[in-house]
Structure formats: structure tokens, C-alpha cells
């Protein structure tokens, strides 16, 4: 599993970057600059922002914990860290990990796919009419009156999940 820029792997799946960026969160914050994926601009001077907290305040009553440190032990601001997955990937709530979509694309999974496309952030074509295209497993056999979904990729569609879940469970 490898997470997208602006995150790093743990234990636990993915974490967003606080006090640093890029890849594997390998550069530290610009000057000026702090927080998730330094997004946020200090309102001091800059030789006073630290890169995860940002300005100090001079009374503050602080006892969330980020990363380790106590933001009161330096008077900085709390930090509330919303968990999202990149787009193309949406949360899976069991092991809080973030898996591709299948049958669907964008934020979360919000998109269906396109008509005549399937699988894996749609990026698979189907090869039969449109009509007969399953957005999750693609060409389904027709059968009778009935559409009987093509077993192999069915099953391999199983597999894949059950995989990834034994994976992320160890």
C-alpha cells in the first residue's frame, strides 16, 4: 500500500502530513507556513510559526494531543484533523483504511462510473453492448430474462476485497 503525497504510512493507513509536506511528509513546512500539509498561513512573525502549530497564543488551555506533544505544553492553537482519503479512494470504516473505488470515481466514491466503463476508478471499457456493462464487474451474460454476472470477474472481484481486508488486518 503506498499513500498519496501529502500523507504517510502507518499502522493505521494513512496519515496527512502536519508541520511538513510532499512525499512521505520529506519536506518540512516554508517559512511562514503550518499545519496539515502546511496549508495554513501564520498570522505572526515568521521566525514564530512552528510549522505544526503555527503562532503561539500567550493564554491558552489546550489538552488535545497532537502527534505526541501537548499544543499547551507550547501555547499553541488546537489542531482538529478531519481523516479523508485521496479522491479515487474512499474510507473503509472497520480499519479506517483507504481503498480504490470500484464502480465509482472522485471524492469518496461519489461519481459512477460512465456508460460502457467499469472497475477499478472506471478505467476498464467493456467490450459488449452498453446495456450488458456491470459498473463493478463489467460484460454480464444475459440469460434468459435475467442478467447472470460473468463468475470470473465476480469472483475475482470477491477475492480482491477479502484479500485486502485479511492484508490490512495483519
Known sequence: MYCCTGYYLTEYGCQECIGSFALNCSLPCLSGYFGPRCTLHCQCVKDKCDAKFGCPKAIETISKVVEGTAASEKG?????????????????????????????????????????FYGR??????????????????????????FEADVDRLITHILFHWILSVITNI
Not at 121 to 146: A, F, H, I, M, Y
Open 76 to 116: 499553541f492553537p488546537e489542531i482538529t484533523k478531519e481523516v479523508s482519503c485521496c479522491t479515487g479512494y474512499y474510507m473503509y470504516e472497520e480499519n479506517m483504511t483507504c481503498l480504490a473505488c470500484i464502480g465509482a470515481w472522485g471524492q469518496n466514491c461519489s461519481i459512477p462510473c460512465s456508460s460502457g
Open 121 to 146: 476508478l472506471c478505467k476498464s471499457r467493456c467490450l459488449c453492448p452498453e446495456n450488458q456493462c456491470d459498473k463493478l464487474t463489467g460484460c454480464v451474460k444475459e440469460s434468459g430474462d435475467q
